[in-house]
């Protein structure tokens, strides 16, 4: 990692009185972000004094938040002990709910996952994924032993901000996309399961765990895409997860793949089809179905392979053209530094889709704007049930959960 990387993941604590939690969670934070550390350490990356860090690490040592690892000799002096994080030490649920599946995982304090559960169906019906979710956080906490039951801080959802939107794409019933507008689904699971329950749209939680765990360690700024059912992303900006007035920053899927032009002089203007109509899973899997193949394939590797090879290369050609023109305008404005791409597919088609979008980007007039990096996503399919998890055990752990990583430069 580059200095001026590592200068951007170096949470800043306090010496001064009052601020015991804070500094706590500062150096909970410093070790989650650069792995085991000593004291000697932790003080240069933190800023606080190394009687401070002592003091702290052993309170977090019998808290078994924090364990020691052994001794490490160097050439001169004492040998110096590193302390990691207890994998033990905490856990939390996240819960994605997609529009074709439901995913249900136990995370550990390093981010890990421990248990999982998916069921898949053809909507999402709120009646039903409600007593799936409850009977299947039943089942996590049964697994954990009774001395950890109070370390479960609590659930995370990802989901759609409009789950019962688009229901002509998804073959929903009326009656139930109706039923959705007045579902408050983290309430409803928090009575259910009895645990602090948070909500966030599905992409922005992908996002986050994106931002934590994957590439935003060492990238400032970027628009984040993940393609499943539907083309979703989020937006971080100075490595700050940007949620917008209504908590839907990053909206990728919506955005107009053209400009809205009337059919007459006195017709009314006729909208251009949204960046999900091309760009997404459903797209693929409509190709599949029209040629009599087999539509699970959009998400594993015989996507790349014959019979689907021909109609997948088609979908990737014309879906990194739609992609290009929504980069195109979000680095017009924003001035990224990178795109990151990431999905429910293959690590093999996310690879072919991104060297599709590079190509699409050349076409292009990048006069008066800086083209941003395209990177791959280092999460995956997880990434939107990781985010959620990763909701309660940052609002217990790190110095400010508003902003998930607040860094501070040198």
């Not at 697994?143 to 794409?169: E, M, N, Y």
């Not at 997404?280 to 392979?305: C, F, I, K, P, T």
């Amino acid at each position: 990692m580059n200095a001026d990387a590592t200068s951007r993941l170096r949470p800043r604590g306090s010496s001064q009185g009052g601020l015991r939690q804070y500094n706590e969670r500062v150096v909970l934070q410093a070790v989650r972000l650069h792995g085991a550390l000593p004291g000697a350490a932790i003080a240069r990356l933190t800023h606080l004094t190394p009687q401070t860090v002592s003091l702290i690490t052993k309170r977090l040592e019998a808290d078994e938040l924090l364990v020691r690892g052994d001794p490490q000799r160097g050439k001169v002096g004492q040998p110096s002990v590193p302390l990691s994080l207890n994998p033990d030490g905490a856990f939390a649920i996240g819960i994605k709910v997609g529009r074709r599946n439901m995913d249900v995982l136990l995370l550990d304090f390093t981010g890990a996952v421990r248990r999982r559960y998916t069921r898949d169906y053809r909507y999402p019906d709120p009646d039903l994924l409600l007593q799936e979710i409850t009977a299947r956080v039943a089942d996590l906490r049964a697994d954990l032993p009774a001395a950890w039951q109070d370390r479960l801080q609590g659930i995370g959802i990802a989901a759609p901000l409009s789950l019962g939107g688009w229901q002509t794409l998804l073959d929903m019933p009326p009656e139930v996309a109706a039923r959705w507008p007045g579902i408050d689904l983290a309430s409803a699971v928090e009575t259910a399961c009895g645990l602090p329950t948070e909500l966030m749209k599905d992409t922005a939680a992908a996002c986050v765990a994106e931002l934590v765990a994957g590439r935003g360690r060492s990238v400032r700024s970027f628009l984040y895409l993940f393609v499943d059912t539907f083309i979703g992303g989020g937006l971080v900006l100075d490595s700050q997860l940007r949620a917008g007035l209504h908590g839907n920053a990053g909206a990728v899927g919506s955005m107009p793949l053209g400009v809205a032009r009337a059919s007459g002089r006195r017709a009314a203007p006729r909208p251009p089809a949204q960046l999900l109509s091309v760009a997404s899973l459903v797209a693929l899997e409509q190709r599949y179905r029209e040629h009599g193949l087999d539509e699970g394939a959009a998400a594993d590797h015989r996507a790349l392979q014959a019979p689907w090879l021909p109609h997948t290369e088609a979908w990737a050609d014309e879906a990194a053209h739609a992609m290009a023109l929504a980069v195109n305008g979000a680095a017009c404005l924003l001035d990224l530094e990178c795109v990151i791409l990431d999905g429910s597919f293959s690590r093999t088609l996310q690879h072919s889709l991104q060297q599709a979008l590079d190509r699409a980007l050349d076409d292009y007039d990048w006069q008066g704007v800086t083209r941003p990096q395209l990177l791959a996503g280092m999460i995956g399919s997880d990434a939107r049930a990781i985010g959620g998890a990763l909701l309660p055990l940052h609002a217990n752990f790190t110095p400010d959960r508003e902003l998930f990583l607040k860094m501070a430069a040198e």
